[in-house]
């Protein structure tokens, strides 16, 4: 019987239900006895000129053994994103000026790990503020800014063509809005955590909590000056990652260069409040979206103007708009759509992936256009979208932007979930509830979603080799941290070979066995990794076959798995003699290695229904009910794929919601710890509805796409319109996420206001 | 600063060390004992990733002196494990992988005391009482969608039964709204 598709628990469990997972702060390794611990000293000024630094009353503190500022340190200062301007560089240590609340000033070494907060708050620093460029508008006038050198804060402009002024001239209607697409924190439950050791051989173990070992080893190399082989990357277990743990911090090239630099060990592990302001955050995006069609609801023209925010020093959330423009469109077929977007920096943190990382900024503007152009002509959004979005015959489609869409039936996601949902029903309890004027009232959305994943490395490598004692090893380039690659690569391998999944390992995060690896970020594994895994299992059996050939006394043609016995026998032929992939491993080393090559990426599509319950008088939202339709190909393990969509939808919510990262306009962040931001616990939050639809792809031979991130993706634009919704009977088209009660309160007593 | 002696019974087993006043539980069970199944996730006792039990209550471990501690019992995940330290034996622990009730597992150890704490003041579960009662430990990963499950089947209960019942109930559900939001 196929294991494909089955609900088999996960192998990792046993040991992160009992003595707890091993995350990088949890080592004991030997490489790090003695370990000195790191403090870093950060700015509390958002933009300031540094007049001094004395650090020698830090210096006696006890158990110190050393204090650095940037004049310590002989390492060229980073540009962390390679397109931005090249003046953009981030100092080690901040010497002459802080460009955002949370940056390094000075780095505190200690003994003891409670020694090191006691220390730093000795360091003085004296800051002459500057005035603070926090909104993306303010830092368009290039009136002020963070790199004089640079002479302009525009780290990036992607299509700089002016807009074509009759671009909606043959619309009937057109609609055109701002809206604003918040700023998240990913807030992985694990915080940043590095710890380095240099061996007598001259070479670095470093063990960092990352999504991607290869890349973090790479970066980190490069910053430190020293040839890749020098640096040995560890991966322990990694509590989440979200997309802000995707490439190197410079806090982990810093921690390996003191490390060099005392001839100790070096351990670093943030706090919370540090890491709401110095780790990467996501999203961001100041939009103008103008949609422009007939009366009878047919969309001609689109058009998405970005204004990106990247913090006060570039990095890859100045390329997530071009993710953003390729999706513009949507799942929709539209005739004419344009975009451009420009980025610049602000005295923020810096901005970079978060689950979705330029598509959910997509998404959640078109389906927002959908929604104010359904409103204008008085169609049901179900039926606008319907009536928009590309038919089945048409894949792969090609849109206006130039991106081949692999496969889809985005009007047959739709109908699923309005079915799931019972719409038609739904629509009668909010007349109902209108009717009566009750003060609660119930909103419906709707979202229609199609994103990319496997968008950035299309290849992934895999080894996998078969034991004596008929166990088996896998090593993988891709780098889970909570998606259940042990179970999920374990099951594949175990389907082709009859192996069974507990007498399979599966290992990653170690550059020393897996030199070349592009980790987990952007849905990618299993559609790469996955099948990489696959293809090893093929390639492992025809190796097998050969040696059993000969063995055997048969021809490689006449050979097959009994996979319920993890062997080679002839086919056809009961009774004759056999021998076990563990029998071939005993005779001589049965190993493979392999990398499988996409070379495109997919795309996964699917449709939400949100129900929401607004409470007229106070403003707040309660999410009732969230019907999903998220079609990723076929589904390897429902077990794990549920779980993806959980978080993701979640994740979704939580943005419509609750959670936004603020900063007041000197640039002071006001939600840097978990009291402070709207992080969603479980009272907050329903219980799911998941409608399973699964359309191949023809990109790889088992018709994988990705999942991790389609729930954020298909739930923040529906819950945003489903609160809408609820009010539009007042006359409300759009209400900014996150839709705080406030926010939504205001709304109201201006609708109110403007129709008295 | 003068250290005090503590002694504190940890999954069944008498420590003693001298420790600083200042010394968080959360951080004498780690460093201290080398229990690192518990984690810490915050500084605001927000997040509950520390959560243990002591004398039998959830508490945060974050928010616990380890002088506070002292001549109590702490129970923290790697006491639900057995003697072996790595039985699944418990309803709490089993329930979580049955129904995929981590990812990361950083705030699984938190988790798991919450629940089992949570079952023992309350046994009689329903999915409102759980999501209420688990407030004060955050998931970022699962979407609290498998972890209500696992403590409704630790509690007994039939976990498609009582998700049907929620989702019809038209019982209000909090929703603090903590962000102000910037601007409007």
């Not at chain 1, 055109?176 to 070479?203: C, F, K, M, P, Y």
């Not at chain 1, 100041?286 to 006060?312: C, E, F, H, N, W």
């Not at chain 1, 256009?369 to 002509?377: C, G, Q, R, V, Y």
């Not at chain 2, 996730?41 to 974050?62: F, I, Q, Y």
């Amino acid at each position: 019987m196929s294991i494909m598709g089955t609900r088999v628990v996960r192998v990792e469990d046993p040991v992160f239900l009992t003595r707890g997972a091993t995350y990088t702060d949890d080592l004991t390794d030997e490489r790090l006895t003695g370990a000195l611990h790191l403090t870093l000293v950060r700015s509390p000024i958002a933009h300031a000129t540094i007049t001094s630094i004395d650090v020698e009353a830090a210096r006696e503190a006890p158990g110190v053994v050393a204090v650095l500022t940037g004049a310590d340190i002989d390492l060229e200062a980073p540009l962390l994103f390679a397109g931005a301007p090249k003046q953009m560089v981030r100092p080690w240590l901040a010497t002459e000026r802080v460009r955002f609340v949370g940056e390094p000033v000075a780095a505190v070494l200690t003994e003891e790990r409670y020694q090191g907060p006691d220390a730093a708050e000795l360091v003085d620093v004296d800051y002459e503020p500057l005035p603070a460029v926090v909104d993306v508008r303010e830092a368009l006038k290039d009136e002020n800014l963070l790199f004089p050198d640079a002479g302009t804060n525009t780290c990036s402009v992607y299509n700089k063509e002016d807009p074509d002024p009759d671009f909606f001239a043959d619309c009937e209607v057109v609609v055109t809005r701002e809206i604003i697409n918040q700023r998240v924190a990913a807030a992985s439950l694990e915080t940043r955590a590095a710890s380095a050791a240099w061996g007598d051989d001259g070479r670095c173990t470093l063990f960092v909590s990352n999504q991607n070992a290869q890349g973090a080893r790479d970066e980190v190399a490069g910053w430190l000056g020293v040839d890749a082989s020098q640096i040995h990357v560890i991966l322990p277990d990694v509590g989440g990652g979200f997309g802000a743990k995707i490439g190197a911090d410079p806090e982990f090239a810093l921690v390996a260069w003191l490390a060099r630099h005392t001839g100790r060990p070096v351990r670093w592990s943030e706090s919370r409040s540090e890491n709401m302001t110095g780790m990467v955050q996501g999203r961001d995006q100041r939009q103008t979206i103008t949609i422009g069609g007939s009366r009878d609801g047919r969309v001609k023209a689109y058009r998405l103007d970005v204004i990106a925010d990247a913090g006060a020093y570039p990095r890859l959330g100045v390329f997530l708009p071009v993710f953003t423009r390729m999706m513009a469109p949507g799942t929709y077929d539209i005739e004419k759509v344009d975009s451009r977007a420009t980025v610049v920096v602000t005295n923020t943190t810096s901005t970079a992936a978060y689950r979705g990382a330029g598509r959910p900024e997509a998404t959640s503007a078109i389906e927002r256009a959908m929604d104010l152009f359904a409103a204008e002509i008085g169609m049901d959004p179900a039926e606008i979208r319907k009536i928009n979005v590309v038919a089945p015959e048409k894949f792969p489609f090609t849109t206006k932007g130039g991106v081949e869409y692999d496969s889809g039936e985005y009007a047959k996601a739709i109908d699923l979930a309005l079915e799931a949902s019972d719409y038609a029903t739904l629509r009668e309890v909010q007349k109902a509830r209108r009717e009566r004027g009750d003060a609660k009232q119930i909103g419906i959305g709707v979202s229609s979603y199609v994103e990319i994943t496997g968008g950035g490395a299309f290849a992934e490598n895999a080894s996998l080799e078969v034991h004596a004692d008929g166990t088996a090893l896998v090593w993988t380039g891709t780098s889970p941290h909570g998606q259940g690659h042990a179970t999920a690569w374990a099951m594949l391998a175990s389907e082709q070979l009859g192996i069974p999944v507990d007498k399979i390992t599966v290992r990653h995060g170690d550059t020393d066995h897996v030199p070349r690896g592009g980790g987990t970020m952007g849905s990618r594994s299993l559609q790469t990794g996955g099948v990489a895994v696959h293809q090893a299992s093929l390639e492992l059996i025809d190796l097998a076959k050969a040696r059993a050939a000969e063995i055997l006394e048969a021809s490689v043609e006449d050979l097959e798995v009994d996979t319920a016995n993890a062997a080679i026998v002839v086919r056809g032929a009961p009774g004759s003699p056999t021998v076990s992939f563990a029998q071939l491993a005993e005779r001589e080393e049965l190993k493979v290695q392999t990398v499988f090559d996409g070379k495109k990426a997919t795309f996964p599509f699917g449709s939400h229904v949100a129900v929401v319950e607004v409470d007229t008088e106070t403003g707040k939202v309660t999410v009732e009910r969230i019907w999903a339709v998220d079609d990723a190909g076929p589904v390897l393990n429902p077990l794990l794929c549920e779980g993806q969509r959980h978080g993701g939808i979640a994740q979704g919510i939580a943005q419509a919601l609750l959670e936004e990262v603020v900063f007041d306009p000197d640039g002071q962040p006001l939600t840097a710890t978990f009291a402070d931001y709207g992080f969603p616990s479980a009272a907050e939050l329903p219980s799911f509805d998941l409608v399973t639809m699964e359309t191949p792809t023809p990109i790889n031979p088992l018709g994988f796409k990705g999942i991790g991130e389609a729930g954020t993706i298909g739930s923040a634009p529906a819950v945003q319109s489903a609160v809408v919704d609820a009010l539009s009977h007042l006359g409300i088209r759009h209400i900014d996420m996150p839709t705080t009660p406030l926010r939504v309160w205001e709304a109201i007593q201006d609708a109110v206001k403007e129709d008295g | 600063m003068t250290n005090v002696k503590v002694d504190i019974t940890v999954n069944g087993r008498t420590t003693t060390d001298d420790v600083e006043p200042r010394l968080l539980l959360a951080h004498y069970l780690r460093e201290n004992l080398g229990l690192k199944a518990t984690n810490i996730g915050c500084d605001t006792t927000s997040c509950g990733a520390c959560t243990v039990l002591l004398d039998g209550e959830s508490v945060k471990s974050c928010t616990v002196l380890a002088v506070q501690a002292d001549q109590l019992a702490v129970t923290t995940m790697e006491g639900l494990a057995g003697e072996s330290g790595d039985s699944l034996d418990n309803p709490v622990t089993a329930a979580f992988r049955a129904e995929h009730g981590l990812q990361c597992g950083f705030c699984t150890p938190g988790m798991v005391m919450a629940v089992t704490g949570l079952i023992a003041e309350n046994p009689d579960l329903d999915e409102r009482a759980v999501r209420e009662g688990l407030e004060g430990n955050l998931c970022r990963c699962t979407g609290y969608h498998n972890i209500v499950r696992a403590a409704l089947v630790a509690a007994g209960k039939d976990p498609d039964a009582e998700q049907e019942i929620e989702a019809e109930s038209d019982a209000a559900r909090t929703a603090p709204g903590f962000s102000a939001g910037s601007g409007s």
